[in-house]
């Protein structure tokens, strides 16, 4: 089947054409402007290929809730041009064809369902550290959206005492976000993340303040795997760490065999960064089987 997938991102729009086995056939990229410039040129390039069904996996906050007046918009984005836009509607009206939408996290944790490191788990959770910081989730075999959708990368860590930083969420003082965010980590020291040496301590505080938030993330959703992608992650120095401080932060508590060796348990995304892009083609798969 000929599939549209449309990753919307902050800073560009990666759009493809393939099918729900992961065969991209045409592939093309626009920067995120405004709506009202970058969303003609997305539609041009879909009404090319004849696609049957497309997928959206965006950037948030997204309304998903089916019975809302603005189900498949972006809300309170602090991307101004973009607030209240309703990229759903404006798609399924031009190409007539079923949509499939969901947050940007949760396309990348179905991309590495059906084609990476999530193959064949009901539980496993997706977490990106980049610009923001969010997860996606799957639980019992299904996408979490619950009341609005998870918003994981806000949760409360505790602050290391000799942390000066005041944090970066405008909502939060002590949020993983807000402290562990590529913007984060440049605000805190004075230079892009990319530009600290592997053996600069911001990378321990780094490795602390995510290995709390993946500690809750097992307690809470007791996952079979955790997938760590985003630009931050391509860090490679940070996957021990973390594994080291979840390892502390556990206790010893948790009897389960795949805890024992954390090394296959927190793991980088198998796509390689296509992990998003594939599963917007399975998001599309997926609004074309539901009718
Ligand atoms: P986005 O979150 O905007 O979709 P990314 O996942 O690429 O995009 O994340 C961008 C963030 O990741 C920036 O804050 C940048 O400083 C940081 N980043 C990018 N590359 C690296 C790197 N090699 N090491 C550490 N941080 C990086
Ligand atoms: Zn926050």
């Known amino acids: 089947m000929k599939i549209g997938a449309l990753e919307a991102g902050g800073t560009k729009m990666v759009c493809a054409a393939g099918d729900e086995y992961g065969r991209v056939t045409a592939e093309r990229q626009f920067p995120t402007e405004t709506p009202e410039t970058t969303l003609p040129q997305i539609l041009a390039f879909f009404q090319e290929q004849g696609i049957e069904a497309l997928g959206i996996g965006c950037f948030g906050p ?44 949760n396309a990348s944790m179905l991309g590495e369902l059906f084609f990476g490191a999530a193959k064949g788990l009901t539980d496993c959770l997706y977490l990106t550290v980049g610009t923001g910081i969010g997860a996606g989730i799957l639980s019992g075999g299904q996408l979490v959206h619950g009341l609005l959708h998870p918003e994981a990368g806000h949760v409360l860590v505790q602050k290391r005492p000799e942390d000066p930083y005041t944090g970066h969420c405008p909502y939060h003082p002590s949020c993983l976000e807000g402290l562990a965010s590529g913007p ?108």
């Open 62 to 105: 997204v309304d998903l809730r089916k019975d809302s007046p603005s189900y498949g918009s972006i809300t309170s984005t602090p991307k101004r041009d973009w607030q209240n836009c309703r990229i759903v509607p404006y798609f399924q009206e031009a190409l007539t064809i079923p949509v499939g939408f969901d947050t940007d996290v």
């Open 184 to 291: 984060a980590l440049e605000d805190r020291w004075g230079k892009p993340a990319a530009a600290l040496p592997p053996d600069h301590p911001a990378w321990i505080w780094e490795a602390d303040y995510l290995g709390q938030a993946l500690t809750g993330y097992i307690f809470t959703l007791s996952p079979q795997r955790m997938i760590l992608g985003g630009g931050v992650m391509n860090q490679p120095q940070l996957f021990p760490l973390i594994r080291q401080r979840v390892k502390e932060l556990l206790g010893g508590y948790l009897q389960a065999k795949e805890l024992e060796n954390l090394d296959t348990f927190i793991v980088p995304p198998a796509c390689g960064g296509r992990q998003g892009i594939l599963g917007c083609l399975r998001l599309g798969y997926g609004a074309r089987q539901e009718g």
